[in-house]
């Protein structure tokens, strides 16, 4: 079982993209569901993580102030709202499952599963 990240594109520095996480085969609603983002060559890196209730949320310090994750049980979907992209963000963007919870905001890409292919987002002039 996977989960499907989309909503990637071409965006210029200080643009916004809202990214989508959802899965065809079970609901994200009894998941804690991360956010990661992997450039060629280098470390998966969490970006962002939110609970089960009541949905707390986490981010990495690089994006703090910028992007807010939230999640709509109504239609079993996790977002990634970017805003403010700058060209270091620029990654493939995955999402992921752990069992509940965020670990405090100390996870890492072991804590996750039912990874997906991941969406681009490039940011770019």
């Known amino acids: 079982v996977q989960l499907q990240a989309s909503g990637g594109g071409l965006v210029q520095p200080g643009g916004s993209l809202r990214l989508s996480c959802t899965a065809s085969?079970?609901?994200?609603?009894?998941?804690?569901i991360g956010w990661f983002r992997q450039v060629s060559g280098k470390k998966r890196e969490g970006v962002a993580c939110?609970?089960?209730?009541?949905?707390?949320?986490y981010y990495e310090d690089s994006v703090k102030g910028r992007f807010i994750i939230s999640r709509n049980n109504d239609v079993d979907t996790i977002y990634l709202q970017m805003n403010n992209l700058k060209t270091e963000d620029t990654a493939v963007y995955y999402c992921?499952?752990?069992?509940?919870?965020?670990?405090?905001?100390?996870?890492?890409?072991?804590?996750?599963?039912?990874w997906g292919q991941g969406t681009l987002v490039t940011v770019s002039s």
């Open positions: 939110i609970d089960t209730s009541p949905n707390s949320p």
């Open positions: 085969e079970f609901n994200l609603d009894y998941y804690a």
């Open positions: 992921a499952t752990a069992s509940g919870s965020c670990f405090g905001g100390h996870y890492s890409t072991d804590d996750f599963r039912n």
